[in-house]
């Protein structure tokens, strides 16, 4: 009677996380799996157009100039944010004075809405009385105001406002991991006239190895898949500039006026939203490859 009643216990606390799960998690999935071969805009009855949505797709130059986009996006982001995040945590992980204050100046981006945050840079980046501009154009930079949210530069812009809001993220995380290694390794190199550069080469890179490995596939995913900052900034413009594949994938069945599209595409979306996720699967996959030959040479 008991055993009976620890099972009913433990399914009514389980049971509100899992019907969430079902309704929020695997029906739109399955609902998506079903539409992406159909014409559906929504309304009517749904049009069986097989691989039709797929075919269209080979063919939308607008799609694949947000993969690239995408990739520019991502790889601007995790070269700079990586080794930052890692130098940073390990200066804060010393002994120094208002450390835990630094470490919160530098985790706090991560805990503003990315909507609130891509507001102000908008007005940071402004190109008419933006801040950046004054100060460049006050102090000699810059001879005119730039254009920060133009073509020329507003992907550029995306990805500085992006790496910003990342950092402390992933500083936290190197932080974490860099507490599990044993003070006892240091002091013995040390002993042994091992410079700090020596330090990081020879102990902490290797000791955090299995962390590393967790940040970065953590990092390439979320970077794959971002897109609320440039929605804000510049809703995928000027002309396709900052579009990536999520905030395209977005439009799809929410559209955007401004953007040119006024018709729900939820067949055609669905299709890109598969197609999307399995270009993330797919370079997730490959990443874990690479990292376990890594493990295996190393």
Do not use: C, H
Request: glycine letters at 8%.
């Amino acid at each position: 009677m008991n055993e009976a009643k620890r099972q009913l216990n433990a399914w009514i606390f389980i049971l509100p996380s899992l019907l969430l799960t079902l309704i929020f998690g695997v029906y739109p999935i399955t609902w998506a799996l079903k539409y992406m071969f159909y014409d559906y805009q929504g309304f009517g009855e749904p049009l069986f157009i097989g691989l039709d949505n797929f075919a269209r797709i080979v063919r939308d130059g607008q799609f694949w100039n947000s993969v690239v986009n995408t990739f520019i996006y991502a790889g601007g982001k995790l070269v700079v944010t990586l080794p930052v995040s890692l130098v940073l945590a390990v200066i804060l992980n010393q002994a120094l004075k208002g450390r835990q204050l630094l470490r919160a100046v530098y985790f706090m981006p991560t805990i503003i809405s990315a909507s609130v945050m891509s507001v102000v840079f908008y007005v940071i980046f402004n190109s008419y009385n933006g801040v950046v501009n004054q100060l460049l154009v006050k102090y000699g930079i810059a001879s005119a105001p730039i254009d920060w949210l133009g073509p020329k530069y507003a992907l550029l812009t995306s990805i500085i406002i992006a790496i910003w809001g990342a950092i402390g993220n992933y500083m936290l995380l190197f932080l974490a991991g860099l507490q599990n290694i044993s003070e006892d390794l240091y002091e013995a190199a040390s002993l042994d006239g091992a410079n700090p550069a020596q330090k990081l080469w020879y102990i902490t890179l290797p000791m955090l190895g299995p962390v590393l490995q967790m940040i970065i596939m953590l990092a390439i995913t979320v970077s794959l898949k971002g897109y609320e900052s440039i929605m804000v900034l510049t809703e995928g413009g000027p002309f396709g500039k900052t579009e990536v594949m999520y905030l395209y994938l977005y439009k799809l069945f929410f559209p955007v006026s401004t953007a040119g599209t006024s018709i729900q595409q939820f067949g055609y979306g669905s299709a890109v939203g598969f197609t999307t996720a399995l270009i993330v699967g797919v370079i997730t996959l490959v990443y874990f490859y690479v990292s376990k030959k890594l493990n295996d040479v190393y």
